[in-house]
């Protein structure tokens, strides 16, 4: 009786084992993307009674379409071709330089994620999966044999905005047991974005561990906020609850962050080893992040000698009232009287804020005043963002 019983409690285990791989792994035995030797790769999907399978990502040619901030490049498609049991398949025609590219496939006009890769990011609301090619730029992105820093979701006390607020905070090897005291880097993300942004999107962790141990950055504290001063934190992250993240959030640019930045200041001076001096802190940001960093570090002269503006947003909007924003000649003026170490002005010549970025640089020649200018291909995207970043943090704190 007792081998009948354990038998059947080892069937019974088995049985739930199986099960539960089954729903793990959705029982297709397929590999999608391979990427191969020579970075070319082919995409996979199993769609028997499907009509029509394309895949379309940041890999392929762009395409002008006219979005709410007027005309932008978004990428084509491309078909697959239907082959055995039902996979259909795509090999790209070329190696794809190295890099980290996200993709979707759309299956009979359904836009849908790659079952067979788990890798994926949140941009907004859309949800991407994702795969890095090596050999050049992608080897920054990726995790590779090297010391690695400590990556932290805080909660802090906000009193300008009277509520606890959640930050990521990036501290680099070997924090916890040296004793020395770090330099911070304030990296912002860009609208609809939140204290996730950098360290998904933008790989944030695997490039400063990567630039870190090959000499080219100093170690430095990175400490990604939440720009959206209407959120505790990142959608399903806060007391809300898992509800859809959208880009249209009250309190936008308006003033309110970059009156209560010091807030997080304090909270990072008062928590962690760190070097208090204007010469030891930097600030950047992307696209809404370059606006409050261009704003923050003219509003506060004395704290940051690092400035960086990643296809930065410039002018406030038309309709805010912020003292942050008035007198801005006059505060760029004391700013730079001051001699930053650095202002990096960086954008993509299709972004569609290029213009205004041509005319705030007009603004700052017509002036003397002095910045570095970094010009890439391509447009308002994280492939640019991912490479201003290894751009712009060797340059800090030497």
């Not at 199993?46 to 379309?56: I, L, R």
């Not at 990296?187 to 090959?214: F, K, P, V």
């Not at 504290?221 to 993240?245: C, F, H, R, W």
């Not at 910045?371 to 447009?379: D, P, T, W």
């Amino acid at each position: 009786m007792m081998k009948k019983l354990t038998f059947l409690a080892l069937f019974t285990f088995l049985s739930a084992t199986s099960f539960a791989q089954q729903a793990l792994f959705g029982g297709q035995n397929i590999i999608s993307p391979e990427v191969h030797p020579d970075n070319t790769v082919t995409f996979r999907f199993m769609a028997p009674k499907a009509v029509k399978v394309q895949v379309t990502g940041d890999f392929l040619p762009t395409q002008k379409t006219e979005t709410p901030f007027g005309m932008a490049d978004v990428p084509g498609a491309v078909d697959l071709k239907e082959g055995k049991e039902g996979i259909w398949e795509y090999t790209t025609p070329n190696p794809l330089p190295s890099e980290l590219y996200s993709y979707s496939f759309i299956v009979d006009g359904l836009k849908t994620t790659d079952p067979n890769n788990v890798y994926l990011n949140r941009d907004v609301a859309s949800v991407t999966n994702i795969f890095i090619t090596k050999g050049g730029q992608g080897d920054y992105y990726s995790v590779n044999k090297v010391p690695h820093g400590t990556v932290a979701r805080r909660w802090y006390d906000s009193p300008t905005l009277g509520m606890s607020r959640r930050v990521t905070i990036y501290t680099p090897a070997g924090y916890e047991t040296s004793g020395k005291k770090y330099p911070v880097f304030y990296l912002l993300h860009g609208m609809g974005g939140d204290e996730e942004a950098w360290i998904a999107l933008g790989r944030t962790a695997q490039i400063m561990d990567n630039l870190i141990a090959q000499g080219k950055a100093e170690p430095m504290i990175v400490v990604m906020t939440n720009g959206n001063v209407d959120q505790e934190a990142a959608p399903g992250e806060s007391s809300l609850g898992l509800y859809k993240p959208n880009m249209q959030l009250p309190k936008t640019m308006e003033g309110s962050f970059e009156t209560s930045f010091p807030d997080v200041v304090k909270f990072i001076e008062s928590n962690y080893r760190v070097d208090k001096k204007k010469a030891k802190r930097a600030i950047a940001g992307l696209s809404m992040g370059g606006f409050h960093s261009l704003h923050i570090s003219k509003q506060y002269p004395d704290m940051f000698d690092y400035v960086g503006l990643f296809s930065a947003a410039i002018m406030p909007r038309e309709d805010s009232e912020s003292p942050i924003y008035q007198d801005m000649d006059n505060k760029l003026k004391i700013q730079f009287s001051k001699k930053p170490k650095l202002y990096w002005i960086a954008i993509g010549k299709t972004d569609f804020l290029y213009k205004n970025n041509v005319d705030y640089r007009k603004k700052l020649d017509d002036n003397g005043y002095k910045y570095e200018y970094y010009e890439s291909e391509g447009g308002h995207i994280w492939k640019n963002w991912r490479i201003y970043l290894t751009e712009f943090a060797p340059k800090l704190f030497k």
